[in-house]
């Protein structure tokens, strides 16, 4: 959903990520190391109403027949249970004044251990 005439930006960085804690209590929570990848796009963007269907499947934000990207609506959806069933999170950000950022964030092992 990029013009050609845009941008994407892919940044990677060490973060880290917590199992939420015992009830939420963040004195408690376990941090992990973890491997945060973010695209920044200059495109249509995502409007808030938006954010928590686009990770459905055969859902577009741009779903009219004039549209002018392709597809069939499958593309983050299909990202979204990739990356939790390697125990990771995706989300989608504000890229004012236009665009998005989708931020995916992934357990990073720092040994060749399996785990447990």
Known sequence: FTPETGKVV???????????????????????????????????????????????AFYQVDGGSTRAAGGAGMGLSIVKRLVEAHRGTI????????????VVTLPYQTNNAAPE
């Open 10 to 56: 892919v940044e990677v960085r060490m973060a880290e990520m917590g199992d939420g804690g015992s009830d939420g209590d963040a004195l408690f929570e376990l941090k992990e190391s973890a491997a945060q990848f973010r695209v920044l796009d200059s495109g249509i963007g995502v409007p808030d109403a938006e954010k928590i269907k686009i990770f459905e």
């Open 91 to 102: 989300e989608v950000l504000d890229n004012e004044p236009n665009g998005s950022i989708f």
